[in-house]
């Protein structure tokens, strides 16, 4: 398959609530089929909603992973440490390390934003704080972007794709989201969806 440049993205608050099957991140899932909310492995309580992301077949991957205020929970960077979930809805699977539950509406990273190409103006997160907008490694390689055919994950470390076939569907900049998320040090997360397109993998890196 021939290379594909990616588009960098930011997410730009929107004043409405998002109903509709795009890919968003914050807010409340749109569910596609029976609500599927992940559960922390060590705690037991929900995950925090990121964000969904629509795939070329019409439908969406739903990104959670767990945030606890009160105490450090290690492996929200594995990918298959129970710790986070990418959730494919419809006619999705739910690897065995997963656990949920029927609940419609949980914890949320933050407020409805809706992705667009970057441009050079800077953005606003929830607390009105200017974000950086288009940040880009220094071989000038965007750090957020959507996947699609052809694009391939800009690794801030060493490449950790999670099996043969897997296929990026976003690639997030901590540092360029519109709130804050716990990848590490100016860490990126990834999202992946599986040859069959049935399960989903999320990691992320740090410096």
């Known amino acids: 398959m021939t290379v594909s440049e990616p588009v960098p993205i930011a997410f730009v608050r929107t004043e409405d609530v998002v109903r509709g099957a795009v890919t968003k991140v914050g807010g409340q899932p749109v569910w596609l089929a029976e609500p599927q909310w992940p559960l922390s492995r060590r705690t037991g309580e929900p995950m925090e909603f990121l964000g969904q992301f629509a795939l070329d077949d ?12 009160d105490e450090f929970i290690d492996g929200t960077y594995e990918p298959e440490a129970g710790e986070n979930a990418f959730v494919i809805q419809p006619d999705g699977r739910i690897p065995d390390f997963v656990t949920v539950d029927g609940r419609a509406v949980g914890p949320s990273a933050g407020t409805d934003h809706l992705p667009q190409p970057s441009t050079d103006e800077a953005g606003e997160g929830d607390e009105g704080d200017e974000t950086d907008d288009g940040e880009e490694d220094g071989d000038g390689r965007p750090l957020q972007f959507l996947g699609g055919p ?10 950790e794709l999670p099996g043969e076939g897997w296929r990026l569907v976003a690639q997030l900049d901590s540092c360029d989201l519109p709130f804050s998320v716990n990848f590490g040090d100016a860490g990126i997360g990834y999202a992946f969806v599986s040859p069959d397109g049935k399960e989903g993998r999320f990691l992320w890196q740090c410096c």
């Open 150 to 159: 052809g694009i391939e994950p800009n690794w801030l470390q060493g490449e």
């Open 58 to 69: 019409g439908r969406l991957a739903y990104l959670f992973m767990t945030d606890d205020e």
